[in-house]
């Protein structure tokens, strides 16, 4: 039996359908090669840092209670030190997210009397609340006394050096730098552009701290953000870190001083990252972080069909299909809710858990419009594996990142095409 022939037979998708799929990977071929590339040194980069610490089976048994002199969780600090070229690192379960890695950053290092600035506009959605820009500000960094100012991006999506570079003053502690699109329509920051924005702000500050949220960002590049000039990286393991196996937990790597004051944020001073328990996590945090290079190249390789393929429908994309990559997530534009929302149910449809639950709009917590959500994935929440989510906002942008292997990300977009034709939303 023929793939084409299966998929109609198994999952009701057309030949026209399977055609276009067919169409949309040869012209991702040659921007598959350029992904292999970078997946492979990055592949050799993590098995070095693996090697150099001495990993060993006997380091994968958890520790309970407080989790003191627990040898796995020690080393995989060093492991994840070295890797994103950082003098430390800290890495634990108890950071169920990106956004609570973040903020332990953020309340670590600002004090009351002192700003932090945003260089790339209006941080994600969840820290908001986090800032105090949105909701009660109970326990935000504004109830703390910390000022918060921000530089808009350009109409290009470029940092805008001249109005940022005016916000930075004395009393600034931190510098933020999202590297990743989050719900914007714009292209996530390459590292030449992360090293140019690191080099422009110590030369007005030298001592700020710069902190950027590598969400989404990792191994897609050759290097990372703390080894072009960041003080500070943080982002989460059920994303492309923990290459699909981690449960939760979340990390921070950069200068050793300030990935100490965001353990203290943690914990608590004088405890710091001497303490937190690994359970059973070690071996699925080491595990998973040795499959990341090789799932975030799977995760990249998804994008890129997934932008030719919804080119070829005619709708608008973000990245367009030949531009750099800078984060794993591609962003379409739909221009109407119902295509939206057929399009993240056809992922649901495709996905190995779940598949029989239809994804509706709701008011999901730290988010300020109803978002829809599909993921069929085995560890909640994870957005390396396949998802589509979006806020339910004009101009209707589905965000689509993830993807364990190609495959499952071809398939959840064969379905989600042959969905809106089913429905009468598009022609092939």
């Known amino acids: 039996m023929q793939i084409g022939e299966f998929l109609n037979k198994e999952f009701g998708i057309s030949d026209g359908v399977v055609a276009m799929a067919k169409k949309a990977q040869e012209l991702s071929v040659a921007q598959f090669e350029h992904i292999d590339v970078r997946k492979e040194f990055n592949q050799y980069k993590v098995i070095k840092a693996m090697q150099d610490f001495a990993v060993s089976d006997s380091m994968f048994s958890g520790t309970s209670g407080y989790g003191y002199d627990d040898r796995g969780r020690d080393t995989l600090d060093k492991v994840y030190a070295k890797v994103f070229g950082a003098e430390a690192a800290l890495v634990r379960s108890q950071i169920v997210s990106g956004t609570q890695a973040l903020a332990i950053c953020m309340f670590g290092v600002l004090r009351p009397g002192m700003n932090m600035v945003c260089a790339t506009g209006k941080p994600y959605d969840t820290l908001e609340e986090v800032i105090g820009i949105r909701g009660n500000g109970?326990?935000?960094?504004?109830?703390?006394?910390?000022?918060?100012?921000?530089?808009d991006l350009l109409a290009t999506g470029k940092i805008d050096f001249t109005t940022l570079l005016t916000l930075i003053d004395s009393n600034t502690g931190l510098v933020l730098i999202q590297r990743s699109r989050g719900y914007d329509w714009r292209s996530a920051l390459s590292i030449a552009d992360l090293k140019e924005a690191c080099e422009k702000i110590k030369s007005i500050r030298s001592d700020v701290a710069i902190l950027v949220d590598n969400c989404y960002g990792e191994f897609v590049d050759f290097y990372e953000p703390t080894e072009?000039?960041?003080?500070?990286?943080?982002?989460s393991l059920i994303?492309?870190?923990?290459?699909?196996?981690?449960?939760t937990g979340g990390y921070v790597a950069g200068k050793a001083h300030l990935v100490e004051l965001a353990a203290n944020r943690l914990t608590s001073p004088g405890l710091g990252g001497h303490v937190g328990p690994s359970i059973t996590h070690n071996r699925s945090f080491f595990q998973g972080l040795f499959l990341a290079p090789h799932v975030v190249s799977e995760s990249l390789k998804g994008a890129v069909f997934c932008g030719h393929l919804m080119k070829l429908l005619g709708f608008e994309i973000s990245p367009e299909v030949y531009d750099f990559r800078g984060d794993i997530i591609q962003a379409v534009k739909f221009g109407r809710e119902e295509l939206l929302v057929s399009f993240c149910q056809g992922i649901q449809k495709g996905s190995p858990v779940d598949s029989f639950v239809l994804p509706q709009?709701?008011?999901?917590?730290?988010?300020?419009?109803?978002?829809?959500?599909?993921?069929?994935?085995?560890?909640?929440?994870?957005?390396?594996?396949?998802?589509?989510?979006?806020?339910?906002?004009?101009?209707?942008?589905?965000y689509m990142q993830g993807g364990l292997v190609y495959e499952h990300v071809k398939l959840g977009l064969m379905m989600s095409v042959q969905n809106m034709f089913e429905k009468g939303l598009v022609t092939l």
């Open 138 to 151: 109970s326990g935000s960094l504004k109830d703390f006394g910390v000022e918060y100012k921000q530089s």
């Open 228 to 235: 072009v000039g960041a003080d500070l990286v943080a982002g």
């Open 239 to 247: 994303k492309n870190p923990g290459g699909g196996l981690a449960l």
């Open 361 to 398: 709009p709701w008011d999901m917590p730290g988010y300020e419009n109803p978002v829809i959500m599909a993921a069929g994935g085995f560890v909640q929440g994870a957005s390396i594996e396949l998802s589509a989510d979006a806020p339910i906002k004009p101009p209707y942008i589905a």
